[in-house]
């Protein structure tokens, strides 16, 4: 069972900034895609940001340009930097994990604030 552990969300005004890191308990080896995922109230579950096991990056068009995602290999982790924050980011932020065999885990999801 592959765990994942989250951190990193929290309140913040609109325009400020956020750095959320999710670590796996297998490596890169092992892992076709990371990344994530964010549910607001009332609305789907949408993808925000993946990185792929070759490096490319895959972003929602909503956070192109002010959300970063990237992966450590060393800790088999990924970061999500999300800078510019609006309101409308507010959501719960669900860590995924795509395993070369198919499997996918989420984590247990860490909420994001943003006030205006």
């Known amino acids: 069972q592959v765990q994942l552990v989250e951190s990193g969300g929290g309140l913040v005004q609109a325009g400020g900034s956020l750095r959320l890191s999710c670590a796996a308990s297998?490596?890169?080896?092992?892992?076709?895609?990371m990344g994530w995922y964010r549910q607001a109230p009332g609305n789907q579950q949408e993808l925000v940001a993946i990185?792929?096991?070759?490096?490319?990056?895959d972003y929602s068009d909503s956070v192109k340009g002010r959300f970063t995602v990237s992966r450590d290999n060393a800790k088999n982790t990924v970061h999500l930097q999300m800078d510019s924050l609006k309101s409308e980011d507010t959501a719960v932020y669900l860590c995924?994990?795509?395993?070369?065999?198919?499997?996918?885990?989420w984590g247990q999801g860490t909420q994001v604030t943003v006030s205006s």
């Open positions: 297998i490596s890169w080896w092992n892992i076709m895609i």
């Open positions: 990185v792929k096991s070759d490096g490319r990056t």
């Open positions: 995924y994990l795509l395993q070369n065999d198919g499997l996918g885990y």
